[in-house]
């Protein structure tokens, strides 16, 4: 018997739904977040999202669970490359996932100074957060709140910009996983160093070898956490240069070891991966590909 089934208690819910076809390179799924009770996890690196809490509580911290707070109920998160603890006595949350490029379009501000933070939406998408978040509880279903952020989103106007072609280019080879070095990287974009890495922390919150490295990350969480009854020597990047290294950078991202993280009860975060492999083909948000 589960420990759910012997306590009665419902597990918490993640549901993604893509947005609207025009909107894909911009943002790469909706996700709603039903937590019928207490419960804690910790977040992965991800590209910046905006959340809405319509009902409930939510708290995140630093990943020792220390100075946990409640973020704004309309909130920007900027792209991260560390983990949050969060925790919530219960609730119901409803987020938008953007891409660097929906960043760049939507947001617009300059992302490395929004970089690991949480932020008020305020009129970034066109109208306040908060009367946003007051259209999303007045609505139905999820549905109903989904076709409310596809029109909120599809009338905003992308904002101009001369990064936008370098900025879905770094991205690509980004998600390629080829390149792990910043010249390489540079050589193979065609881009002097300096305009890479303007461009990297304007759209994508970091510098190109806080990237790579987040990348890299990434890719093997997503492999690990798929085939934990393998050797993780097995599954780690071919551009680790050992095991060794690989925990090294866990630790730096997770605020723990992978063994102590993995034998984590991970209750939503797990739900997640299955429910965003599952709509959109990668289990971690930093790992999406534009459908």
């Given at each position: 018997?589960?420990?759910?089934?012997?306590?009665g208690?419902?597990?918490?819910?993640?549901?993604?739904?893509?947005?609207?076809?025009?909107?894909?390179p911009?943002?790469?799924?909706?996700?709603?977040?039903?937590?019928?009770?207490?419960?804690?996890?910790?977040?992965?690196?991800e590209?910046?999202?905006?959340?809405?809490?319509?009902?409930?509580?939510?708290?995140?911290?630093d990943a020792?669970g220390?100075?946990?707070?409640?973020?704004?109920?309309?909130?920007?998160?900027?792209?991260?490359?560390?983990?949050?603890?969060?925790?919530s006595?219960?609730?119901l949350t409803?987020?938008?996932?953007?891409?660097?490029l929906?960043?760049?379009s939507?947001?617009?501000s300059?992302?490395?100074?929004?970089?690991?933070a949480?932020?008020?939406?305020?009129?970034?998408?066109?109208?306040?957060?908060?009367?946003?978040?007051?259209?999303?509880?007045?609505?139905?279903?999820d549905a109903?709140?989904?076709?409310?952020?596809?029109?909120?989103?599809?009338?905003?106007?992308?904002?101009?910009?001369?990064?936008?072609?370098?900025?879905?280019?770094v991205?690509e080879?980004?998600?390629?996983?080829?390149?792990?070095?910043?010249?390489?990287?540079?050589?193979?974009?065609?881009?002097e160093?300096?305009?890479?890495?303007?461009?990297?922390?304007s759209?994508?919150?970091?510098?190109?070898?806080?990237?790579?490295?987040?990348?890299?990350?990434?890719?093997?969480?997503?492999?690990?956490?798929?085939?934990?009854?393998?050797?993780?020597?097995?599954?780690?990047?071919p551009h680790?240069?050992?095991?060794?290294?690989?925990?090294?950078?866990?630790?730096?991202?997770?605020?723990?070891?992978?063994?102590?993280?993995?034998?984590?009860p991970?209750?939503?975060?797990?739900?997640?991966?299955e429910?965003r492999?599952?709509?959109?083909?990668?289990?971690?948000?930093?790992?999406?590909?534009s459908?």
């Amino acid at each position: 018997m589960t420990d759910q089934a012997a306590t009665g208690r419902k597990a918490p819910e993640v549901r993604f739904y893509l947005p609207a076809v025009p909107l894909r390179p911009l943002v790469t799924s909706y996700y709603v977040v039903d937590a019928p009770g207490p419960l804690v996890d910790f977040t992965h690196p991800e590209w910046g999202n905006i959340r809405f809490c319509l009902f409930g509580d939510m708290r995140f911290g630093d990943a020792d669970g220390q100075n946990m707070t409640p973020p704004p109920d309309a909130m920007i998160f900027g792209p991260s490359d560390r983990t949050r603890r969060f925790d919530s006595n219960g609730g119901l949350t409803i987020g938008v996932g953007l891409t660097p490029l929906g960043w760049l379009s939507l947001i617009g501000s300059d992302a490395s100074k929004a970089a690991n933070a949480i932020l008020p939406l305020s009129a970034e998408l066109g109208e306040p957060g908060p009367a946003i978040r007051d259209r999303l509880i007045a609505a139905a279903d999820d549905a109903a709140r989904v076709a409310i952020l596809d029109a909120i989103l599809t009338a905003r106007v992308p904002r101009p910009s001369h990064y936008h072609d370098a900025a879905v280019r770094v991205q690509e080879a980004l998600l390629s996983g080829v390149v792990d070095d910043v010249a390489d990287l540079a050589e193979a974009l065609g881009m002097e160093q300096r305009t890479l890495h303007r461009v990297c922390r304007s759209v994508f919150g970091f510098s190109p070898v806080r990237l790579l490295r987040r990348q890299r990350f990434l890719r093997t969480l997503a492999r690990v956490r798929d085939a934990l009854d393998q050797p993780l020597g097995q599954l780690i990047d071919p551009h680790y240069y050992d095991q060794a290294h690989f925990n090294r950078d866990f630790k730096a991202y997770m605020g723990m070891t992978p063994l102590a993280y993995f034998k984590s009860p991970r209750e939503l975060m797990r739900r997640a991966a299955e429910g965003r492999r599952a709509l959109l083909g990668a289990p971690v948000q930093g790992l999406h590909v534009s459908r």
